[in-house]
């Protein structure tokens, strides 16, 4: 058998196939600095290879089980995407990880990213991995590698996806959260930034029928256009809630601290029950905070209730601490010196009756609300 080859046809290279292998080398070199920058005791980040390393002893861990998380950021991407702001997106797909390790008492220890995108755009890909090492920073874990993959004909021009994942370590017997919840705790309420990042299908359709470009004027945010107000980023509370829990005997049964919630979808109707016992329920009064006008614009466009509104959003409480009663004034005491605002927002209550559909703890006792939102 036989074959030939059309010398008049030029060779197709990978290039030529839309996959620029030299861009891709250009953006790894751009960012090694970035990552560089998270170094911290375990970690020698050096990107190049084929997998990162991390060292548990090096670390200070005696008895450690690993915690893992993985994440997005939904479509607040298109927001930025659509808006050209790329700054800050990398902060919220760290946040959303780490923010889940933190509630289980894990410190967290290392992140990878994934960027997937049509045609590479060095510029773009390194704005967004700028705010992944700054949120690592933030988080005190390193960025020990991650994976870009220039997909054409996966993504149209200008669009990509991102995706995180994080590995944390909290020392056996000091898991949260805690069997031993009962009536009489003391949920605290620390302040989140907007709408983090949960819900903005629904902040996109809201927008579109008010018919507000996002270049336009915040209703809700002085100074600030729409697209800047929604994208920003979602909090990282992980340095504040260790060194309360540190500063209070821990996480193991002589803290104070006995569970900690993030609240991402399904807001605060839904995320709370995540951590209760089945023999207790979750009292909030709503009258004790003031939810970002963000919520109440929200509210507005969308004719929400406070029941949609507070399964749907965190309305300005983005992470609850639970702690026993007679320690409570040292927890907020320990996360007023770790830079926080803490609010006490409600208790454990017994068992209301009512039910809730939380995922991740079974059929968990619902969540009661005293009074009404209030928005700023």
Known sequence: MSSTTDKSQKPMTYADAGVDIDAGNALVAAIKPLAKATSRAGADVDLGGFGGLFDLKRAGFRDPILVAANDGVGTKLKIAIDSGQHSTIGIDLVAMCVNDLVVQGAEPLFFLDYFAVGKLD???????????????????CALIGGETAEMPGMYKAGDYDLAGFSVGAVERGEILPR????????????????????????????????KIGWSAAAPFADG??????????????????????????????????????HITGGGLSENLPRVMPTDAAARIDLSTFEAPGVFGWLAKEGHLNDAEIL??????????????????DEVI???KSAGEEPIVIGDIIPPTGEKSEAKGKGEAWAVKYDGRLRFG
Do not use: W
């Open 122 to 140: 060095t510029n773009v890909a390194r704005d967004v991995i700028a705010g992944i090492a700054d949120g690592c920073k933030q988080a005190g």
């Open 179 to 210: 069997a031993d919840i009962a009536p009489g705790d003391v949920l605290i309420g620390l302040k989140s930034s907007g709408v983090h990042s949960n819900g903005y299908s629904l902040v996109r359709k809201l927008a579109e029928r008010a």
């Open 333 to 335: 005491a320990a996360l």
């Open 311 to 328: 399964r749907t959003f965190n309305c300005g409480i983005g992470m609850i601490v639970v702690a026993a009663k007679v320690r409570a």
């Open 224 to 261: 600030k256009t729409l697209a800047e107000a929604l994208l920003a980023p979602t909090r990282i509370y992980v340095k504040p809630l260790l060194n309360a829990i540190r500063a209070t005997g821990g996480s193991g049964p002589d803290g104070a601290i006995k569970a900690l919630s």
